[in-house]
């Protein structure tokens, strides 16, 4: 069993930025895929990025390339989320997850094992 839990969501201006952070408990993820999501209200949740149990492969959706970067530490259990020049379309509740699969599976938020509670993300213009 993991424990997920996301912070550093927050209210921002368009073109401002924010890192979120995303806190492991109860087991290890370092040989884990790890991944951020997003879901803007009446939409599905959206893949945002993922990043390998290294570190040394991250992909993202087309939408927050060049703006967003995810990164983790896994002596500190931990993965990342900067996002730069936030956009309104960008606001949502933010979601980490984690999957003990293989990196083929890494945008499908039906592949993964585990969930944090989500942190809000409201960008204003």
């Known amino acids: 069993q993991v424990l997920l839990v996301e912070s550093g969501g927050g209210l921002v201006q368009a073109g401002g930025s924010l890192r979120l952070s995303c806190a492991a408990s109860g087991s290890t993820i370092s040989s884990s895929v790890m991944g951020w999501f997003r879901q803007a209200p009446g939409k599905e949740r959206e893949f945002v990025a993922a990043i390998s149990w290294s570190g040394g492969s991250t992909y993202y959706q087309d939408s927050v390339k060049g703006r967003f970067t995810i990164s983790r530490d896994n002596a500190k259990n931990t993965v990342y989320l900067q996002m730069n020049a936030l956009k309104p379309e960008d606001t949502a509740v933010y979601y980490c997850?984690?999957?003990?699969?293989?990196?083929?599976?890494?945008?499908?938020?039906?592949?993964?094992?585990?969930w944090g509670q989500g942190t809000q993300v409201t960008v204003s213009s």
């Open positions: 997850a984690v999957r003990y699969g293989n990196w083929l599976g890494r945008s499908n938020p039906r592949l993964y094992d585990y």
